[in-house]
């Protein structure tokens, strides 16, 4: 891989830890904030596929397992295996739209959520109830579902992929954006 590309996806997900801890810690919707780096690693394996997007969710989950009190490599597993199966999935949609791309933002973020919770069940980490873990995953996929398109922009700069590919997003009129 390009050394430019690793320089320019670390500072995405650098950049997406800074933005979690300054900016979106502060504007929660039912004490729930976006996960910024789970978004970053759904926008990689969208734009990139499912085995550098697992990468991505690997380094994604490293850096908020050094933030938080959770076994360590919990968050990086969860994080890796959702980006896995989101870019798997991603691969078999032959015309990706904004609203498929904010529709699998939802479902990844809502996974990796619920992920979290029954992986930490079995290392013996508390989970939330089954009603607030819902809310969670229903806000926090809300949140990451709106943020995705511009998350997919910014990965497809990071990992120099172009931006009239398989990832382009159409208007009603057909142009592409």
């Keep these: 891989m390009d050394s430019r590309i690793v320089v320019r996806v670390g500072l995405v997900l650098l950049s997406a830890a800074i933005l979690q801890r300054g900016v979106f810690a502060q504007f929660r919707l039912g ?23 697992a990468v991505a969710g690997f380094a994604s ?11 360590f490599g919990l968050t990086a597993l969860t994080y890796c295996l959702v980006a896995w199966f989101l870019g798997r999935f991603e691969a078999t949609v032959v015309r990706s739209s904004r609203l498929t791309v904010m529709a699998t933002g939802f479902v990844g973020t809502a996974l990796g959520q619920v992920g979290f919770a029954l992986l930490g069940e079995l290392v013996g980490v508390t989970a939330p109830g089954v009603s607030r873990l819902a809310i969670i995953a229903g806000v926090t996929g809300l949140w990451n579902a709106l943020l995705m398109p511009p998350a997919v922009r910014i990965m497809r700069w990071a990992w120099d992929q172009p931006a009239d590919g398989r990832f382009a997003f159409s208007s009603p009129g057909g142009r592409r954006r």
Excluded: I, M
């Excluded at 976006?34 to 978004?39: R, V, W």
């Excluded at 989950?61 to 076994?71: E, I, K, S």
């Design 31 to 53: 004490g729930v904030a976006a996960d910024a780096l789970l978004l970053a690693a759904l926008a990689a394996a969208v734009v990139v596929g499912p085995d550098r997007g």
């Design 61 to 71: 989950g490293v850096l908020v397992d050094l933030q938080v009190h959770t076994p």
